[in-house]
């Protein structure tokens, strides 16, 4: 079947001439001369187009089905086989249309139906193998699949097609055919799922265009038909002008519709990362940036800034006490209260001022624009204000503040982790001098929190180098000035730094885990240095939070009275109300069995914790210790002697005697005696002392009393 034979021979005479005469050389020249003589230029391009933006859409359908790990997988996957074998079929049938040949009469429906079938099932089994795993030789084993299936559709196809004559096969053709669209199926799919470069998806359409179009005209090329005068009454067949509009139509269609699915599900897909980045950027909590978002915002306004003249302010905010809020009220109040705070951060924000929430109680103010140091302070002041304000939830009215750390660009730093590192180390700054201030960002705050963090190493082997000592202070009865016990205060003599103050290295104990090493090393030495006093005063040992919780810490007391031979009734364990609040309901019980070994329980620092009344009632304690803060303007400020006289109401009506700390002058101690308080602790009858002078003290103090006697 030659329509051109003129040309076709002068093609052949031209290979002869250029010596192709090897057996496949002259093959390609065949294939090539079906392609550009035995076919019709439209339905050829239809062909074209078709399989073009079939290929196209059909790999992107394949690499979305790999992609897809839930049940959505089986749906992508049918599209993909639908649009698949839709493709090699309809591509198919136009390029056999496009065939130029008398011969054909029609098409038979059924077979050309089966065909198409063939198609569809072939490609989606294809593509089930090949998106079986995620790296596999199931990967070339369905590109394979995928090959044999448009080989099957093709000859199927061809048995569809009615032909006045014989057809006849060179079974080289078929051969290489077959063998062809193998090596293009596997290649095809090896391209989506090993890619190598961003260029290897369009790698994989173009070996999809090949693997149909090598199948289809080599094929062809193989293919001939003996003419014979068949009968032609046969009707029934569907004519090939017909059959080629039609598919054309529909799969543009079905294409049209698969590019659809394809974009809208690429829109979806970017709606929801972008989503889900800005959730990444937000606290869930209080809706305000978290710490990402916060850099986002920040590193934004470092880039963008182009006058020099101006700065960008930066406050690390670190809410006071409001650990204790949480364990007061409980975590739900806790939440509540920090949306209301972020909201009122927030609605207090101008222009060119933001607001994040960056863990915890930790928020970050942001603030672009700033013109003069004075403008930062007053930033920070509204800040402060903001988060002093008392705050009602439920109807709990709850008043906290801040302790806020300043740094600002440029001259704290000039990135965004600098600023915001810079910023905390104020923060902690100002929280380790109190709370409630605001305090800027000085260079020497890094060596500051490098120093710390030394120390912290020093402190850890302090002990075991015998740098640690254990320092007594008097307490004393308000009317006879008699010593009646003494608080034994941690000392460490740094072999460098010198004597350094427990307020310094109890919170980094505190912090580093080492204070419940520390505080049993305190209890075992200052019971065992009680039990040699010449008077039999009670001892106070302070006990931390920590110490509080750890398990066994009631059988560590009574080891250590029975190995000291202290009697328990001479030792007094200071407690603050910050160590019990966290788990009430545990401290109560760990309480109750110290009790029962006969020790005695003081409440340490009364007055600076959040729920002191509540807490009072539910604890059995033996003393409260009245904190300095409240005793040392008791003889100048009325509040403060309203204070001191109500805990001291207070606490006779529940049978607990109170102690005044701090107490420095005589004036203090004639108004707290006035007041009704029994006893003191202060610089007034002594600064903390070691254990050598406090023994001459009390041996002296007995021979004084017997030779009074
Ligand atoms: P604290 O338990 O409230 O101890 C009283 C603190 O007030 C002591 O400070 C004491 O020297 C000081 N102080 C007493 N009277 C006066 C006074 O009249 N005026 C002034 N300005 N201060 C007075 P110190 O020894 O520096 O201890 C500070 C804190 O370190 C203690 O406060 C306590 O919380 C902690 N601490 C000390 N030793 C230990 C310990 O062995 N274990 C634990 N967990 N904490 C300890
Ligand atoms: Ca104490
Ligand atoms: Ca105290």
Not at 562 to 574: H, Q
Not at 602 to 609: I, K, L
Not at 664 to 691: D, V, W
Request: hydrophobic share 45%; glycine share 8%.
């Amino acid at each position: 079947m030659r329509p051109y034979p003129e040309l076709n021979q002068s093609i052949g005479t031209l290979a002869t001439s250029l010596r192709w005469t090897e057996f496949w050389g002259f093959r390609l020249l065949s294939v090539l001369s079906c392609l550009a003589l035995d076919h019709d230029p439209a339905f050829t391009a239809l062909a074209v187009i078709i399989l073009a933006i079939g290929s196209v859409s059909t790999m992107r359908l394949f690499a979305r089905v790999r992609r897809t790990e839930n049940d959505l997988k089986t749906l992508w996957l049918c599209l993909a086989g639908i649009i698949g074998g839709g493709t090699v079929w309809s591509t198919h049938f136009v390029a056999m249309i496009a065939y130029e040949s008398d011969l054909i009469l029609g098409y038979d429906p059924a077979l050309t139906l089966t065909s198409l079938v063939i198609a569809v099932v072939g490609v989606s089994a294809a593509f089930v193998v090949a998106s079986s795993r995620k790296v596999s030789l199931l990967i070339e084993t369905g590109g394979v699949i995928f090959g044999l299936s448009v080989a099957a559709m093709h000859y199927t196809g061809i048995a569809a097609m009615a032909v006045s004559g014989l057809i006849a096969w060179d079974l080289s053709y078929v051969i290489a055919s077959v063998v062809l669209v193998m090596i293009f199926g596997a290649l095809a799919m090896s391209r989506i799922a090993r890619p190598v470069t961003r260029f290897c998806k369009y790698g994989a359409s173009v070996s999809m265009i090949i693997c149909v179009a090598a199948l289809h005209y080599t094929a062809m090329t193989g293919m001939t038909i003996e003419p014979l005068i068949v009968d032609t009454a046969d009707s029934g067949l569907i004519s090939g002008q017909s059959l080629g509009v039609t598919i054309f139509a529909v799969m543009l269609l079905l294409l049209l519709v698969a590019s659809l699915t394809y974009s809208i599900d690429m829109k979806n897909a970017e709606h929801s990362s972008r989503h889900v980045k800005h959730l990444s950027l937000q606290d869930p909590l209080t809706c305000v940036p978290n710490r990402r978002g916060a850099e986002c915002i920040l590193d934004e306004m470092l880039d963008m800034h182009v006058d020099d003249t101006s700065r960008i302010a930066v406050l690390a905010i670190d809410l006071d006490r409001f650990r204790e809020v949480n364990n007061a009220y409980g975590q739900g109040v806790g939440d509540q209260l920090l949306k209301a705070l972020a909201q009122r951060l927030v609605g207090s924000c101008g222009e060119g001022e933001h607001i994040g929430r960056i863990g915890g109680d930790h928020f970050i103010a942001i603030k672009k624009d700033v013109y003069s140091r004075h403008a930062a302070s007053s930033f920070a002041a509204r800040i402060a204000a903001v988060l002093d304000a008392p705050t009602v939830i439920g109807d709990v009215p709850l008043q906290l503040a801040a302790s806020i750390g300043s740094a600002t660009f440029p001259e704290d730093g000039t990135t965004s982790d600098k600023l915001m590192e810079h910023a905390a180390l104020a923060a902690a700054r100002a929280k380790s001098e109190g709370g409630g201030r605001i305090v800027g960002y000085e260079e020497g705050m890094d060596q500051r929190a490098r120093e710390k963090s030394l120390l912290a190493r020093d402190l850890a082997c302090a002990q075991d180098k015998g740098e640690l000592e254990v320092y007594y202070q008097l307490q004393n009865d308000t009317e006879s000035r008699e010593i009646t016990g003494v608080e034994a205060l941690l000392r460490w003599h740094h072999p460098v730094n010198g004597m350094v103050s427990p307020g310094v290295f109890i919170p980094i104990a505190e912090e580093n885990g080492m204070i419940t090493k520390l505080g049993d090393w305190v209890l075992e030495t200052a019971c065992a240095e009680a039990v040699g006093w010449a008077k039999p005063i009670n001892v106070a040992v302070n006990v931390a939070a920590a110490q509080l919780e750890e398990q066994g810490f009631v059988e560590r007391v009574r080891d250590v009275l029975a190995k000291t031979g202290l009697p328990p009734s001479r030792l007094e364990l200071e407690i603050t109300e910050s160590g019990i609040i966290a788990d009430m309901g545990a401290a109560v019980q760990v309480i109750r069995r110290l009790k029962l070994l006969g020790v005695k329980i003081a409440m340490d620092d009364y007055g600076t914790g959040y729920s002191s009344l509540s807490t009072l009632q539910s604890f059995p304690f033996d003393k409260i210790k009245i904190d300095r803060e409240f005793v040392s303007g008791v003889d100048q400020s009325c509040q403060s002697a309203a204070i001191v006289q109500a805990t001291i109401i207070m606490a006779e009506s529940l049978d607990i005697p109170v102690l005044a700390e701090g107490v420095e002058t005589e004036a203090q101690l004639n108004t707290l005696r006035a007041l009704g308080c029994k006893q003191i602790q202060g610089f007034l009858f002594g600064k903390p002392m070691p254990m050598a002078k406090l023994k001459a003290l009390l041996e002296n103090e007995e021979t004084t009393t017997a030779v009074a006697a």
